[in-house]
Every structure is written in C-alpha cells, then in structure tokens.
C-alpha cells in the first residue's frame, strides 16, 4: 500500500530540490520497471542521435556522447518536469556551430574550447533567469517568431547534411545559401556512390520502421545495421602515402613549401621572444624595442602569407579525386588525378580522396567516411576556459540559444504536463536546464536543452518519474566506459541520415499558414523571420533578432489605434458599437468603449476619438468612458485624460468612467485624477452612468434617448460579428 500524499516534503525544501517530490514517494517494482524501460528506450535513440548533432555542431562525435552523460540526469533532478529529456538537440546544436564557426575552425581544440565555454554561458543565463523569476522574458519570442525561425533551421540543417549523404566536398561560404549552392555543384562531379547508398538506405530504413512501428529504435536499428554492413564491407579504407607518391603539381608544390613554413614558423616565434625581451628591459618607446616589433610584424606578416598559399594548395588537393595504380605487392604506388592515368595502367578501381594532410604525408580514403576512434572512459573533470576576445561573441549566442534551447524544452514540458495534469514551474525548468549546462561544461558538454523527439518517446515508454532520465544517463556512461570501439565503423552518411529523419518533425508549414489566417500580421511576421533566416545563416541570430523586433512593433502598432467603439442600445437590451449594428445614437450623451490599456502610445489616439465626439454633436453633454477593457494606465494616459478633463470641462460636458478595475483606479486615486473629476463620477456599470445622466438632463429625456430605447438608423446595414 502506498505511503499517503502528506509524506512528500513540499514548501521551500521542494523548490531547491524538486526531485524530492518524486524520489520520496514509495515505489513499487512496476514503477521503476517502467522507469527502467522507458530510460533504456530514450539511451537507444539518444546514444546515435548525439553523434549526429555533435557533428552537426561541428564537433567530434563523442563530444554528443559528453553531451548525454550527465545533462539528462542533472535536467531531471532539477527541473519541474518529470519526462523532459534533456541533451543534444538539432536547433541548439545547428545555433552552436553559428555561432563558432566565425572564431574557430570546426573540429579543432580552439572550436571545442568554445562550444564548452558557451554550455557554460548558456547554464549561467538560463539559470540566473530562473533564480530570478524571469521565465517570462522567454514570451518576447512569440509564437510566429519562433514557427518562422524552426521551419528555416530546419531547411538549414537539412541542406547542411548534403556533403555528407552524396559524400562530396563542398567549400564553405559567408553564406548558407552559397554554401547550399557549392555542395549541389560539386554533386555531379564528386558524388561517392557507396557512401549515398549508406546514407540513403539509412534514412528509408529508419522511415519504414517508424511507419510500420513507431514503438522501434529506429535509429539505433539503423545505426547497428549500417555500422555493421560498413565493417563488413571495409566501407572505410585508409592508405597514408608520402607527397611525392602523388602525381600532382599540387602535391609538388606543397611538397616546397612545407620546410620552409616549418622554418619561417620558428623564425615568428624567436623574433616575438626576442621582442618581448627587450620590452621587459627597455620598454615600448626604445628605439631597438620599435625594430625588433617591426622585424617580428614583418616575419608573421610573411609567414601568414605563406600559410595561407598552402592551406589554398591543400583544399585543391582535397577537391581533387584519385586512382590508384599499384607498383608492387607491398608498395603504397602512385597516385594519379581521375582522368590522367597512364595509358594501359591497371588500377584497383577505387576513388581515392584527401582526408588530411599531416607532416609530408597524406591519409586517403579509398571508401566513406565513419565516425572513427571514439576516446574511451568518461569525460575528464575541468572547468571550461575561454579567451576575452571572443566573450561578447559567446555571451550573444549564449543570450540566443538561453531563449531558443528553452521555448523548445518549456513547449514539450507543457504539452506532456498537460497529459500527465502534473504541475508545472516554467522558472524551476529554467534552473534545471540551466544548471544541466553549467554541470554540462565541466565535463566537456557542449549546449543542451530538452528535446521534442526524445521526451516524447520518453512519454510513449511509460516514463512516470525522472529515473528514467536518470537511467538514460547510466546507459550512456556504459556506452562512454566499455562500448566506444562498436561505434568505429558508423558511417557518417548515417549520422546525417538521422540528422534528416529528426528535421522532419521540425517543419510545420501548417504552423506558418494557421498564423497567416489568424491575423494577417502574426502571418507577415512568421514569414519574414523565416525568409531572414535563411538569408543571413549562418548568422541566424540576425533572423531572430529582426523577427522578435518586428513581432515587438506589429503588437506596438495594434496597441497604439486599439479599437474604439461608440455604443448604442440593441434589441437584445445590451449597449452594442452603433456602427456596426446600424443603430442611433444620442446627441447629448455618447457611450465610448476603449478595448486597450492607456498607455503612452496611445493615449494621443484615445483623446482624438473622444475630441472626435464633441465635434460631431453640437449638443453633447456627457461623455461615459466604458473602461471594462482598460487594463493599465501609465503616467502619459493619467497627464492626457487630467488635459481632457479640462477640455471638456471648458465646453460644459461631463467626463464619466464606467467598469474600471482596481488597478486602473488606484492610479486615478495616486495622481490626483480621481479628486480633479470627482468621485461621484466614476460608476461600477453603464446602466448607473447612464442613470445619472438622465437625472441630470431630465426625466424625458431617458423616455426618447437611443441608448434606452432602440432606434436602428434607416436604411443602414450592419454586422453581427460586431459587438
């Protein structure tokens, strides 16, 4: 029999350690056997799933494997959410490689330094955010905003993977688009067969098992498949050969230049120890401490210039294809660009191609690429290092993928929240996704966030707790401690295949067109951040950022001319908008409803429509302000309305107020607008205003006034979809 409710710690406890609301409630062996199996489930997808994003983020595949060890389980611990699967994502992974790629090459240790030091970042923004209470700030990125950016982060991952699926090499451009262009050029040309075959033959694999049955791991199926087929098949095979194996001008040329760089390189490095010297000894004004800077300036300048002529003469290598023609049983032979081949020679039927370049020495790779060494044990123990240079960079990207990364993990938390009637704090996920990032950093994790994928299938499995995360996380540390080398021969076309088969559920044009017939301007809104994204990637921050302003100026401007309404009596017996029911209305009073908050933007729109009135009836003597829609007023509304209270005042009309909340009327009280009018002027409905002013213009008059008796203008057509 279960222990009761009242034995769970709650209060302040809870909330610093949210996992004590499920961790001490007593657990039967169906319980976390449906933990167990639902955490085993998500490790089956994560585990692949993490090596393609990391390298969708431009990283070594294990660092995916980093990103899964302890984020899941921290996230769970931490946050309100009992099913959110946190870990590598597609968006955060694709956001951070937009946001390194400018400072760092891919892949290299300066590019991974970053990627930890901006998990880093993002753990600290999100989790100040939410020790702060400030989970509402994510609502600045509205709903079209974020619909517009995922349709185009979608595109862009998707079109980021064709070098990898048509195994070609495709030069990066400024642009995303150009790059797109470069690698749809180089297809034709550079296509590796075997390698399409294995990315392709991966992603039907992984649709059909998801079609006949969703329940599958998918991708780990087709994971284990292709890894075996490629074993099997020596999809990979590598030959390192000397230079001048190769039969290229290229190859010649590099071969020249490589000793000399090397020599010019330790030149840079005593001229600059020789600088430093003599400005510890003599300062920076000496004359000997100007020459020697010169000297050191012109040697880097020199050898800058020489390094990049020979990283140009080794992408001509990379593009260029090879065959191999064998000059004995146990020599590497000659390599010849495709095409140029002696006449009659025999060769072994292999596309070669350059993987690396290292010390006068080539790798080829007569076959596909795949994953490779995978270091095994856990990740070291180390706090994440940065350079100040590029921090204003970092912290930007930080700020973008803090937002992104948690709409995306909230969205998901809400929608199971909704299935499972658990409770939900939007600032307590904010602290478990954050601090998921900041423990994530130390252990080399790069950005993580909740995924859509994974919790779903989280959910599917029968997660009731956040064990199961807990035994996703442990299924990964196996996997880091004993099971790395069955993960050598996963073809990367794979990895991109899964890479695709996770976009899919990104793209929701229904999401973009919904808007559109909503409101025509949340459409405008949805489309444009959609279409600037993909003009400005890699830099998608830019199409975010425009996107947010732009929904921030399409709610100013709504807010700015909110609809105004002069009412009138319809046969129903309630006060409706004259104009659109055809109705009379009276010439000594005139009923206004203001369907905004006062506010400074539109305050001078509100004193036009009221001014409006007196204009149009000469014999007008009260004006009732029918307030049920005003929610806020600020100190420009309060100054306004002081102004036309005089105004009015001077031409001998009466302003009343009907249905103000409490806190419209504490601001009347605090500014002195409540004592300027007089108390007896504000009323808790229309009916009382409306009573008073009758009294006051006569006991006739309410017998004849349109806003007592219904008196629809003749001739005149109106709509019921106004009230």
Same mark, same amino acid.
Request: with cysteine.
């Given at each position: ?11 302040? /406890?809870?909330?610093? !350690? ?50 899964? %060890? ?101 030069? #990066? ?18 296509? $590796? ?15 059909? &098992? ?8 998918? @991708? ?14 020596? %999809? ?13 001008? @290229? ?5 020249? #230049? ?15 120890? #020789? ?34 002529? /020979? ?73 994440? #290092? !940065? ?42 996920? /904010? ?16 950005? @993580? ?25 442990? *299924? ?12 050598? $021969? ?7 295949? *899964?890479? &695709? ?34 003009? !400005? ?117 009466? /302003? ?10 504490? *601001? ?14 504000? !009323? ?16 006739? $008059? ?17 709509? $019921?979809?106004?009230?």
């Amino acid at each position: 029999m279960k222990a009761p409710i009242a034995s769970v710690p709650n209060g302040r /406890l809870c909330r610093i !350690f949210p996992f004590l609301s499920w961790t001490c409630v007593p657990r039967g062996i169906a319980e976390w056997r449906a933990d167990a199996i639902a955490g085993l489930t998500v490790a089956l997808v994560l585990v692949p799933q993490s090596m393609a994003y990391a390298q969708l983020a431009g990283l070594p595949a294990h660092y995916g494997l980093y990103a899964s %060890f302890l984020p899941p389980i921290i996230g769970a611990l931490f946050g309100s959410s009992r099913q959110l699967a946190t870990g590598p994502v597609a968006v955060v992974s694709l956001l951070t490689a937009a946001a390194l790629e400018p400072i760092a090459v891919a892949g290299s240790e300066g590019y991974v330094i970053y990627a930890i030091a901006l998990s880093l970042f993002v753990g600290l923004f999100q989790l100040a955010l939410g020790l702060l209470r400030l989970g509402v700030i994510v609502n600045f990125l509205s709903h079209p905003v974020i619909i517009g950016f995922t349709n185009a982060a979608a595109i862009i991952i998707a079109t980021s993977q064709l070098d990898k699926i048509f195994g070609v090499r495709a030069e #990066k451009a400024a642009n995303q688009l150009q790059t797109v262009w470069n690698a749809i050029v180089a297809i034709p040309a550079q296509i $590796h067969w075997p390698t399409f075959a294995m990315g392709a033959g991966a992603l039907v694999l992984m649709l059909l &098992l998801r079609r006949l049955n969703p329940r599958l791991p998918a @991708v780990l199926i087709a994971a284990a498949l292709t890894t075996l087929l490629s074993w099997a098949l020596q %999809f990979e095979r590598l030959l390192t050969v000397p230079l001048a194996n190769v039969e290229s001008e @290229v190859a010649r040329a590099i071969e020249t #230049k490589q000793a000399p760089l090397a020599q010019a390189k330790q030149e840079v490095v005593a001229a600059d120890e #020789k600088y430093l010297a003599l400005l510890a000894e003599h300062g920076g004004e000496a004359e000997i401490t100007e020459d020697a800077r010169r000297a050191f300036d012109a040697l880097r300048y020199e050898y800058e210039r020489d390094q990049r002529a /020979l990283k140009a003469d080794t992408e001509r290598l990379r593009k260029t294809h090879y065959v191999r023609v064998a000059a004995g049983e146990n020599e590497a032979g000659r390599f010849y660009p495709e095409g140029h081949a002696p006449a009659g020679a025999a060769h072994d039927g292999r596309t070669w191609r350059v993987q690396s370049v290292r010390d006068g020495s080539l790798i080829l790779n007569g076959g596909g690429r795949v994953v490779g060494h995978i270091p095994p044990g856990l990740p070291d123990l180390a706090l994440p #290092k !940065f350079d100040l240079d590029v921090l204003a960079q970092l912290m930007l990207a930080a700020v973008t993928i803090s937002f992104i990364g948690f709409l995306e993990a909230i969205s998901m938390a809400k929608a199971m929240a909704a299935k499972t009637r658990q409770r939900l704090d939007a600032n307590q996920e /904010l602290v478990g996704q954050g601090l998921a990032n900041v423990v994530g950093s130390v252990f080399q994790s790069y950005p @993580v966030s909740g995924s859509f994928s994974r919790s779903a299938v989280n959910l599917s499995a029968g997660a009731l707790s956040g064990f199961a995360s807990i035994a996703t996380g442990l *299924v990964v540390t196996v996997t880091l401690l004993w099971l790395t080398p069955l993960f050598y $021969h996963l073809p990367q076309a794979t990895l991109a295949a *899964v890479i &695709l088969m996770a976009v899919i559920g990104l793209v929701n044009i229904k999401g973009i067109k919904h808007a559109w017939q909503t409101n025509r301007s949340d459409g405008i809104v949805a489309v444009a951040t959609f279409l600037l994204t993909l003009i !400005f990637a890699p830099h998608l921050d830019q199409g975010i950022l425009i996107g947010a302003g732009a929904a921030l100026v399409v709610y100013l401007y709504r807010t700015m001319q909110p609809r105004v309404a002069v009412l009138a009596r319809h046969p129903d017996g309630t006060l409706r908008d004259a104009a659109g029911f055809g109705l009379q209305t009276c010439d000594e009073i005139a009923v206004v409803r203001f369907d905004g908050s006062l506010y400074f933007a539109n305050t001078a729109y509100f004193e036009d429509r009221i001014l409006e009135q007196v204009a149009a009836r000469p014999k007008l003597k009260y004006i009732i302000v029918s307030g049920d829609g005003i929610n806020q007023l600020d100190a420009t509304g309060a100054e306004t309305i002081g102004h036309l209270i005089d105004q009015l005042k001077q031409n001998g009309i009466e /302003l009343l107020f009907t249905g103000l909340k409490k806190q419209v009327r504490e *601001v009347f009280a605090r500014s002195g607008l409540e004592q300027q009018l007089g108390p007896e002027r504000f !009323f808790r409905t229309d009916a009382r205003a409306l009573a008073y002013a009758w009294e006051r213009l006569g006991a006739d $008059h309410a017998a004849h006034c349109p806003l007592n008796v219904v008196r629809p203008v003749a001739g005149a057509s109106h709509s $019921h979809s106004k009230v």
